[in-house]
Each structure stands twice: as structure tokens, then as C-alpha cells.
């Protein structure tokens, strides 16, 4: 299982970016994915779930309405729309694979910074 995620940057408050999440080595359209987030000095933090056919999502309430997770079972990609973003969004954002019971793998983050 492989999951590389990319499109982090330094963006200023109240910009937009979107995040990709390229997954392989297994069927991706069988599971449910995530992104989850880390701050510095602080532990991991569930942003945001989506499950296999893309008929439900969840969101964290520190992100509901700003945020959108997608996904294209056609490329195995997970997307996460991100916008009105605040410095508190800061943070190295990772993507998640969801076993049968708990997310079971995480990719290497992309680091996304948001300037006050």
C-alpha cells in the first residue's frame, strides 16, 4: 500500500489550495479514505472521511464548510478541497487508507502553511 499525498504550500488566510492523494498497491475503490492532519507540537487530528463510493462524508466541525473531500475511483485519488483557510489550518496534511475496523495506513504529509 502506498499513499503519496502533494499540493501543500504557503497560502495566506482566507486562500484556497487543494490536496491529492495518489494511492496503489491495492484495490483503492474497496475502501474508505481520510485526511488527517498534525500541527506542530500537537497530535494527529481527523479532517475529514470518505467512504468507498463516495455517497457519504465526515468532517471535523474545526473544518465543516470550509472543506471537501473527493474522490476518482477511476485514477485511485483522494482530494481534499481546501478553502477560507486559517493560520490554525497549519499543518503537515497526510491521507489515510480505512481497514475493516480503523484506518490502517497513512502516506508521507504535505506540509500546508497559512500566513496570517
Known amino acids: 500500500v502506498q499513499l503519496q499525498a502533494s499540493g501543500g504550500g504557503l497560502v495566506q488566510a482566507g486562500g484556497s489550495l487543494r490536496l491529492s492523494c495518489a494511492a496503489s498497491?491495492?484495490?483503492?475503490?474497496?475502501?474508505?479514505m481520510g485526511w488527517f492532519r498534525q500541527a506542530p507540537g500537537k497530535g494527529q487530528e481527523f479532517v475529514a472521511s470518505?467512504?468507498?463510493?463516495?455517497?457519504?462524508?465526515r468532517y471535523a466541525d474545526s473544518v465543516k464548510g470550509r472543506f471537501t473531500i473527493s474522490r476518482d475511483n477511476t485514477n485511485d485519488m483522494v482530494y481534499l478541497q481546501m478553502n477560507s483557510l486559517k493560520p490554525e489550518d497549519t499543518a503537515v496534511y497526510y491521507c489515510?487508507?480505512?481497514?475493516?475496523?480503523?484506518?490502517?495506513?497513512w502516506g508521507q504529509g504535505t506540509l500546508v502553511t497559512v500566513s496570517s
Open positions: 470518505i467512504n468507498w463510493s463516495a455517497t457519504s462524508t
Open positions: 498497491g491495492y484495490v483503492f475503490r474497496s475502501y474508505d
Open positions: 489515510g487508507r480505512r481497514g475493516s475496523v480503523q484506518f490502517d495506513y
